[in-house]
């Protein structure tokens, strides 16, 4: 039977995100072959080997809290002429998880870095979103407290280009309500469980997609938000339109102050002018 894996190389796999069949039958023959896998959590892909019915050679834990160390391990295996895959617990290493900095780390030492695709969360939400897909920017994890937040999608409040994050379902809510405070009445999707029994694909503006999701019960599995940038003819808000954003805010409960920072890059009042029109507004 041919060999796919070589020595010495450092291997970056695609595991399937929901549906086991999304695993490649590549990446398979690579994870059954290599020195070492590199895993995220060492339970789950033993578990998830098993499933699959390979039988791996040798599991090593490669987290956030231990890259360090462990890139440069991993490394050194590599120059003794191991190879190595690098996995995490779903989709592809390195997007929103472990992975980048050991990439970075085997390239430096001159360790050749061989992708094998995969699934990925962020690129299957996009293209099913509705949402433009010709040119889009991938956030990661949003920031978690409500001013890091607000900064975080001010900074990104004028991209023309399309709008890629991943949030946890205890705090997708919160976020979209953030989102839509800042950036207004986008078009977005909300992609949950996706390749899934259950993929969920919520679709509109970004407060009608929060409204809804605070509606159930619960929300369940990890979530991919994908938001439209801002539009060519977006202008400068001025006059009514201002006043009527201003109000869109307050009716949010945002302060002042908080619509002072929400509106800014969007009008040509000063800080201060905003903020004074934000309290007339308040005022009534």
């Known amino acids: 039977m041919h060999k796919v894996v070589e020595a010495g190389v450092l291997y970056m796999v695609g595991l399937p995100i929901g549906n086991r069949a999304e695993l490649t039958p590549r990446a398979a023959s690579v994870l059954a072959e290599v020195d070492v896998i590199a895993a995220e959590d060492t339970r789950r892909a ?14 090593l834990a490669h987290y956030d809290n231990n890259a360090a160390d462990s890139d440069q391990g991993l490394v050194q295996l590599l120059q003794q002429g191991q190879s190595v895959a690098v996995v995490t617990d779903a989709g592809l290493p390195g997007i929103a998880d472990p992975g980048q900095a050991v990439v970075a780390a085997a390239c430096a ?14 690129l299957l939400a996009l293209v099913a979103s509705g949402v433009p897909t010709a040119r889009f920017v991938f956030l990661g994890f949003p920031p978690r407290t409500a001013g890091e937040q607000q900064r975080f999608w001010q900074h990104y409040a004028t991209y023309p280009e399309t709008l890629v994050c991943v949030e946890s379902p205890q705090r ?50 990890e979530c991919t938000l994908v938001i439209a940038g801002r539009a060519a003819d977006a202008g ?49």
């Open 46 to 59: 033993h578990n998830l080997l098993a499933e699959l019915g390979i039988k791996p050679r040798k599991v």
């Open 172 to 221: 997708v809510v919160a976020t979209l309500n953030q989102a839509a405070a800042v950036l207004g009445p986008r078009q977005a999707c909300l992609a949950r469980e996706l390749t899934k029994t259950y993929e969920d694909f919520l679709r509109g503006d970004l407060t009608s997609v929060a409204t809804t999701l605070a509606q159930r019960p619960e929300v369940l599995g």
């Open 236 to 284: 400068v808000l001025a006059g009514p339109q201002l006043e009527a954003a201003v109000d869109a805010l307050l009716a949010q409960g945002l302060s002042a102050k908080q619509i002072r920072a929400a509106l800014a890059g969007q009008t040509t009042l000063t800080a201060a002018e905003l903020y004074a029109l934000a309290i007339r507004r308040q005022q009534g």
């Open 109 to 122: 030492a001159g360790v050749r870095v061989v992708p094998v695709s995969g699934a990925s969360a962020p």
